[in-house]
C-alpha cells in the first residue's frame, strides 16, 4: 500500500548499496538493513535458502516457490540475504499481500464502478453512455460490466482495464492508455518504478506479456519489491526508515529529515513529507523556505534548485544546499537535527478504509520486521 503521491511505490524509483559500517555499528541493536558487503569473519551466514526458510511464517503456502523467488531476487540484485534483509523483505509482503501473489480486494467491483464513474465525471462523460458501452461484450464473451462485478483481484481488473482501453475509443478516453491499477503484486510495486528501474538495470527474466504485468507476477513483483526495498543506499539507524521510504519513496525518510531541519534553521514551518520538490513546475513550500534564507545560505535560486533536482538520489545528501542547512539547523537549535525522519504523510487509496498515515505503514511493518527476526 504505497502513498499515492510517491510512487509504488514505483514508488518509488534504483537504489543501489547499502549500508556503511560505522552506521551498521550504531545500529546494531536495530539490526542493518539494505547491507551489500559480505558478512564479517566471525559471522556464519546461513545460506540463502535457509535464511528465507527461517524467516517465513509458519503458515505460508508453497512455501518452496516462495523462497525460490525472494532468493532468485536478491542475487539477482546482488543484495546480501542477511537475516535482516531477509525480514524486511519479509515483513512487506507479510504486510502488503499476506503472501499471496494476486490477493484479493474487499468491495473491489464497488471501488472499479466508483473510479470509473469519477473518470466519466472528470472526462465529461455522461454517466449513462459509460454505463452503455460497458453492456457491449468484450473479449471473453462477458460484457465489460459483469466482468466489473466479479472481479476479485487487482489482476482481474487490470486485465478488464486493458481490454477496455484497447477495443473500445472510450476507453483511451477515460483512461489516456494508462489503466489505473498502478501498484501490483504481493508488494505493491508501483508501475512506474519497474519501468524506471528496468531501464537501468535488464530485467533478468523473460517478458511473457509486458513488464507491467511481470510486476503483478510473483517472481517479478518480488524482484522489483526487493529492488525498491534494498537496492538503495540510505545509512539509517532504524529499518523503520526504509519501511517509511517504500510506502512514500526513495530516500523520503532522509528528505523530511531535511525539511525538519529547514524548520529550524529558517523559522518557518515546513511539512516534512519528503517531497521536496511538487509534481508541477510551481514553486514548492519547501524551495520557497530556501530561497528566503538564500543569503544565510550563501546559494543563489538556480543553485538551490539544482540541488534539490537530486532529492531523490543518493547526491542530494553531499550538495552544499543539504550540509548548509543542517548546519544552520545545528547552530540555531544547539544540537545535531536528526538524518531520518519518518515523512508526514496521509495515505489515499480508494481500498482505504480508514484515516492511515505513513507512519502507521512504517510502524506496523517494523512490528513485522522484529517478529521475523526473533523467529
Known amino acids: ?19 556503511g559500517i560505522v552506521v551498521c555499528a550504531v545500529a546494531l541493536v536495530t539490526g542493518c538493513i539494505g547491507q ?21 511464517p509458519a503458515r505460508v503456502a508453497d512455501r518452496a516457490g516462495w523462497i525460490h523467488d525472494i532468493v532468485a531476487a536478491f542475487n539477482a540484485l546482488g543484495i546480501d540475504s542477511t537475516h ?26 464497488a471501488i472499479a464502478w466508483r473510479e470509473i464513474d469519477e473518470r466519466a465525471a472528470s472526462a465529461g462523460v455522461p454517466r449513462s453512455i459509460v454505463r452503455g458501452v460497458l453492456d457491449l461484450k468484450s473479449r471473453d464473451g462477458r460484457s465489460y460490466g459483469e466482468r466489473i462485478d466479479h472481479v476479485r483481484t487487482e ?10 482501453i484497447a477495443s473500445v475509443p472510450l476507453g483511451t478516453t477515460l483512461f489516456a492508455d494508462r489503466n489505473p491499477i498502478r501498484t501490483r503484486g504481493p508488494m505493491q510495486v508501483h508501475v512506474a518504478f519497474a519501468r524506471e528501474f528496468s531501464r537501468r538495470r ?18 517479478g513483483g518480488i524482484y522489483f519489491g526487493v529492488a525498491h526495498l534494498l537496492d538503495y543506499e540510505a545509512p539509517y539507524p532504524s529499518a523503520l526508515y526504509r519501511f517509511a521510504d517504500f510506502n ?10 531535511f525539511q525538519s531541519a529547514l524548520s529550524s534553521a529558517s523559522g518557518v514551518f ?6 521536496l520538490l511538487p509534481h508541477d513546475e510551481s514553486l514548492g513550500q519547501t524551495e520557497a523556505a530556501l530561497r528566503a534564507m538564500g543569503a544565510r545560505l550563501h546559494l543563489d535560486q538556480t543553485a538551490i534548485h539544482d540541488a534539490l533536482l537530486q532529492s531523490k538520489s543518493g547526491e542530494f545528501a553531499a550538495t552544499a544546499l543539504y550540509r548548509q542547512v543542517f548546519e544552520l539547523a545545528r547552530i540555531r537549535t544547539g544540537h545535531p537535527p536528526p538524518r531520518a525522519v519518518v515523512p508526514r504523510i496521509e495515505l489515499h487509496s480508494p481500498k482505504l478504509t480508514r484515516h492511515l498515515t505513513t507512519a502507521w505503514y512504517a510502524q506496523r511493518v517494523n512490528d513485522r520486521y522484529e517478529r521475523c527476526r526473533r523467529r
Open 155 to 164: 489482476k482481474d481488473l487490470s486485465d478488464v482495464f486493458e481490454d477496455f
Open 84 to 109: 535482516e534483509n531477509v525480514c524486511a523483505v519479509v515483513a512487506v509482503i507479510e504486510q502488503e499481500s499476506g503472501f499471496k501473489d494476486d490477493p484479493p480486494v474487499p468491495n473491489l467491483p
Open 202 to 219: 535488464p530485467y533478468p527474466y523473460a517478458v511473457s506479456k509486458t513488464l507491467a504485468d511481470e510486476v503483478f507476477t510473483r517472481r
Open 248 to 257: 512514500a519513496g526513495q530516500y523520503a525518510s532522509r528528505n523530511a529529515a
Open 36 to 56: 551489500r558487503p559480505g558478512p564479517a569473519p566471525d559471522a556464519r551466514a546461513a545460506p540463502p535458502w535457509e535464511a528465507v526458510d527461517a524467516a517465513l
Open 270 to 275: 515546513v511539512i516534512p513529507d519528503g517531497a
Open 1 to 19: 500500500m504505497h502513498h499515492s503521491n510517491a510512487r509504488p511505490a514505483a514508488a518509488r524509483a534504483g537504489r543501489p548499496g547499502g549500508f
